[in-house]
């Protein structure tokens, strides 16, 4: 693994976090709510409608996610330009540890909710995310 891939892999890996962003943001006005109840609903598998977007607190959760999801990523994508530069190592290691947490939290939290089979999607969205990222790089 180069420091190149690393860096590209840090770009896939903000565009595969940032793009939960917009689908929350708009999950937040029960217009444009659709997208986001048909991710959670999958997320909760099987897929069964229980997943509602009326409560105006589930909406807001929706906003504050969609607002997290896109600055995570905007962060990502920052920290893959000058500072990989400056700090590959610990640009790395940033990102990683970011990802394990939110895996042990979010899972967690999906297990206690009685959402246990988001267990599958977050490890697959961990793997996809992380990539290659979970091995230091070489030049």
């Known amino acids: ?3 190149a891939l690393h ?3 840090l770009k896939f890996s903000a565009v595969v976090v940032g793009s939960f962003g917009p689908v929350f943001f708009f999950g937040s006005m029960l217009a444009t709510s659709e997208p986001a109840r048909l991710t959670l609903d999958l997320l909760s598998w099987p897929v069964d409608g229980n997943m509602l977007f009326t409560d105006p607190a ?3 959760l929706s906003a504050l996610a969609g607002g997290f999801l896109c600055g995570w990523g905007v962060l990502i994508w920052g920290l893959a330009g000058r500072a990989y530069d400056l700090a590959p190592e610990a640009i790395r ?3 990683l540890s970011g990802f394990l947490t939110w895996f ?3 899972t967690t939290g999906s297990v ?4 246990a089979s988001n267990l ?3 490890s697959l969205i961990l793997l996809i995310g992380v990539g ?3 091995r230091p790089a070489h030049n």
Request: avoid cysteine; hydrophobic fraction near 45%.
């Open 1 to 3: 693994m180069t420091h």
């Open 7 to 9: 860096r590209r892999w």
């Open 58 to 60: 589930t909406r807001f």
């Open 93 to 95: 290691r940033s990102v």
């Open 104 to 106: 042990v939290v979010d």
């Open 112 to 115: 206690l909710s009685g959402n």
């Open 120 to 122: 599958v999607f977050n």
């Open 132 to 134: 290659p990222l979970w």
